[in-house]
């Protein structure tokens, strides 16, 4: 059950690698990943799924003030205004779009593991010029499916997780079983700990001293599930992590093990209302990213179509 995360050694870490490793699977030169799971076959039977025509956002607003979670926020400038002479408006954004304050899709050249990232490619591949292989423009058409919704901190009775609170497999499976939904092969999976209900109510604070998120040892169960990409109110891994000397295993090893597109940051309050209100915790989901050439990462706005 949640709670504290369970040690993980690096001999443990590499195992969980090669359990989960995809290297390989679809082609030497595949730059997908896990998002080949998402065949034509699954979005056609995913669109089924929009049967009201309601649609819900899981993006959060750019985050343009500094707070504790946002150290870099994002530049939001007015190159024409309506209180200047003139015409017309228009603005200038500057968006670092990694950390924790923005809705935003990791590409597959995101974290390197022993040197080396998706595919084994060489981490050399990232210059100071952009990604050459495994960068954000695989995903523009691609992450079309089925989504489900995974409210675990709903599943153990609670409005949220505490900061630092782990989800194991068994927390993901109660979620399952309380709204009668299953992961299945090619599916986008949210996982939902009510950080920003948390927030909303008791205020902000740092996520890198703590935040709720999925253990090391789930990500044999993201795999044998068939995981195609992977959100969260937070960043998916729990911080902190329990892995020795530190770091974030989900993004460490699922992104260049598995291939795994993760969609870090979130705002599932909305989402999780929609899906209880209407008792269903499938849906059409969209997320498109930028056309970004070479880059690393995307803001993106999740789409939820029920």
């Known amino acids: ?12 870490l590499d ?31 995913a669109s089924a799924l929009m049967q009201d025509g309601d649609v819900v956002s899981a993006a959060l607003p750019l985050a343009t003030q500094l707070a504790p979670e946002n150290p870099s ?16 408006c228009a603005d200038y954004f500057a968006i670092a779009p990694h950390g ?8 597959l050249c995101h974290y390197f593991y022993h040197g080396k990232m998706y595919n084994g490619v060489p981490a050399s591949k990232v210059t100071s010029r952009g ?8 995903a523009l058409d691609r992450m079309v499916g089925r989504g489900v919704l995974l409210d675990v901190a709903r599943a153990l009775g ?21 709204q009668n939904v299953r992961v299945e092969e090619g599916d986008i999976l949210l996982v939902r700990t009510g950080r920003f209900r948390r927030r909303a109510q008791l205020g902000g604070w740092s996520p890198t001293s703590g935040l709720a998120g999925m253990h090391g040892t789930c990500m044999p169960w993201l795999h044998s599930r068939g995981v195609a990409a992977l959100g ?3 960043v998916s891994d729990v911080i902190p992590s329990g892995v020795e000397g530190g770091g974030v295993p989900i993004h ?23 899906c209880e209100e209407k008792a269903r915790w499938e849906f059409l989901f969209v997320v498109a990213p930028l056309k970004l050439v070479k880059g690393t990462a995307s803001p993106v706005n999740p789409l939820a179509m029920f």
């Open 232 to 234: 969260c109110d937070g």
């Open 158 to 178: 609670r409005d949220w997780l505490e900061p630092g609170e782990a989800i194991y497999i068994e927390d993901l499976e109660k979620a399952e079983a309380a």
């Open 1 to 12: 059950m949640s709670g504290d995360p369970k040690p993980i050694s690096l001999k443990e």
């Open 73 to 88: 926020p994002v530049g939001h400038y007015m190159v024409r205004a309506g209180d200047l002479p003139g015409d017309s």
């Open 100 to 107: 924790m304050a923005n809705t935003h899709l990791d590409a």
């Open 252 to 274: 460490t090893v699922a992104i260049p093990g598995m291939g795994l597109h993760l969609i870090d940051n979130c705002d599932l309050e909305p989402l999780a209302k929609a």
């Open 131 to 138: 990604a050459e292989a495994n960068s954000i423009e695989v």
């Open 15 to 45: 195992d969980l690698f090669e359990q989960v490793n995809n290297w390989g699977r679809w082609g030497e030169g595949d730059e997908r990943g896990a998002l080949n799971l998402i065949t034509p076959e699954k979005r056609r039977k």
